[in-house]
């Protein structure tokens, strides 16, 4: 069965200390892996996919890279704003669903 | 461009009441979904529809309906409402933008069932 883990469940950080969350997958025949953002109350938002191991994707202050185990979210200087929730997600099967980890909440004071 | 759009944001419901959840995208995507969210149980995949006509069941489908109305819309129906239904559901659709498989969600419906 497809299993999708996230760590930590949860993580406090100060402003500007860089920190990773970690997504483990075991799937047969991944079609992709893809990480949101969910703020409080709020749907989630689409960050990356990532297609094959290797491949990495950035966007102002987040990096995600895709093995073939895991995914990393790299935080690099976080600031108050990227207080949230991280999902990661992937797709596999013929069918391709998306299966679902259960989150990292991410907390970044000043 | 709205994006992913769902009405109502908020509803409560008494036990054995029925109601529809509306969702509606913009994008021109194929695929769309119905998930539920719950404290410790993450997103699970109620129902998906992989194109116009055509829906399929998830994890957790037992209570609800579905009807693929068109290609922009996607409905959610829970025919006798159960406390256990108390949720916050998200609709969601997917496609390729720019040579990547892309999901975006709504903003979400907060169901109270009492």
């Known amino acids: 069965e497809d299993q999708v883990t996230q760590s930590p469940e949860a993580l406090r950080l100060q402003e500007g200390e860089s920190s990773s969350l970690n997504c483990s997958y075991t799937?047969?025949?991944?079609?992709?892996l893809f990480w949101y953002r969910q703020d409080p109350g709020k749907g989630p938002e689409f960050l990356f996919t990532?297609?094959?191991a290797g491949e990495e994707k950035e966007k102002e202050r987040l990096k995600a890279t895709l093995t073939k185990k895991e995914s990393f979210l790299h935080i690099t200087a976080p600031k108050p704003e990227d207080s949230a929730t991280y999902l990661c997600a992937v797709r596999a099967g013929s069918w391709g669903k998306f299966q679902f980890g259960a989150g990292t909440q991410v907390v970044v004071t000043p | 461009n709205a994006g992913v759009t769902q009405t109502p944001k908020f509803q409560v419901l008494k036990t054995g009441q029925s109601m529809t959840l509306q969702c509606a995208q913009d994008m021109n995507h194929n695929s769309m979904y119905w998930y539920r969210q719950d404290p410790g149980m993450g997103l699970r995949l109620i129902y998906y529809?992989?194109?116009?006509?055509?829906?399929d069941k998830g994890e957790v489908p037992n209570g609800y309906n579905v009807s693929r109305l068109n290609k922009r819309e996607f409905s959610l129906r829970l025919e006798s409402a159960a406390p256990s239904q108390t949720s916050v559901y998200f609709c969601a659709s997917s496609g390729r933008g720019q040579g990547r498989e892309t999901q975006y969600f709504g903003p979400g419906t907060r169901l109270l069932v009492l």
């Open positions: 990532l297609y094959s």
């Open positions: 529809s992989a194109s116009e006509g055509t829906t």
């Open positions: 799937v047969s025949g991944l079609r992709g």
